[in-house]
């Protein structure tokens, strides 16, 4: 499988298993059974972008395409450096 | 919040996933005014909801685009960079800056774009036998090969976007697909699925924040998360029944709706 293929594949089982546990944890909400799923559900759903970059730079390293594997890298850090900036306002 | 208005709020998510995922945008500007004027969630909490209900949105969307090989992964990798660094400078200048000048600036080059997208068809026309890149077009039942003009423009008007969306708050998508299509010579459909997973890594840095801070309404979250990914699916699959110019004119509609969305917020009346 190619980079694409890899990052298609991460994406659509992070989302699937994420919006599964959402689910779940509603039902069990609407039981008066709590809010502990849900958190783990939605923590899941918005983890699942950057673990898609994170199997895409896997993939990029394996296919030795040194230049994006770079270039996604960067985009990590930069994102890391505007958390920073996000979190210290 | 009652069980049958957080259900409702599935139907609102609804909407702007399919709006989202059609489109390449995030949905925020749909979103945020329906949390907090029809739900009375304060701005922080609407900002908090409206960024889990984006990547939901994002991903929902990419799934689809990305199984049917639309997305262009390395130019959306190279893009966000940019996107990110203006959203820093942004951040950064917005105790400098009026929001409602930019905001009007921003409406006038929004009805500039969609005029452009409708008028000026030579800047649409992108696709070549030999281009470097290409997706297979479910309608059209073809693939489309294109080659990507402009990069460094591209590069530095994404910068611009960034540094917009944190001024204004509008996702970058709106302004990410104007500019992959007319600048950089990206068929729409390419455009708005690779400014699909875009989104979802720019509303990653936010929403996890708000997160962890424990900012988001759990339950408000995951009934807008399940109907924005629903919405997502539903809009993504969309794209298989419009044509590229189609989806030219629909999203120039986009466009004006959301300047005159923005001009009505700057002049304080929303």
Known sequence: ?89 | MDPLLLLTLMLVGILAGVLGALFGIGGGIILIPILTIAYGLSATEAAAVSLVGIVATSVGGTVFYMEHKVVNVRLGLLLEISTVIGAIVGAAVAAYIQEWIIMVIFSIVLFASALRMIFNKSANVQESDSGEFSYYDIKQDKTIRYDIHNSGAGFAACSVAGIISSLTGVGGGVIKVPIMNMVMGVPIKAATATSSYMIGITAFSGAIIYFINGLVILDVAAFIAVGTFLGAVIGSHLTKKIDGASMKKYFSVLLFAIAVIMIIQAGGWL
């Not at chain 1, 659509?12 to 783990?40: C, D, H, P, R």
């Not at chain 1, 983890?47 to 990590?76: M, Q």
């Open chain 1, 1 to 89: 499988m190619n980079m694409e293929e890899n990052t298609a594949m991460a994406l659509k089982y992070s989302v699937m298993i994420s919006i599964t546990i959402v689910v779940i944890g509603i039902v069990a909400f609407l039981l008066n059974y709590g809010t502990n799923i849900l958190w783990v559900g939605l923590l899941l759903l918005i983890l699942s972008p950057i673990f898609a970059v994170a199997v895409t730079i896997v993939s990029l390293a394996i296919e030795k395409d040194r230049k994006w594997v770079f270039v996604a890298i960067v985009l990590i850090c930069i994102s890391a450096v505007g958390m920073l900036v996000s979190i210290l306002k």
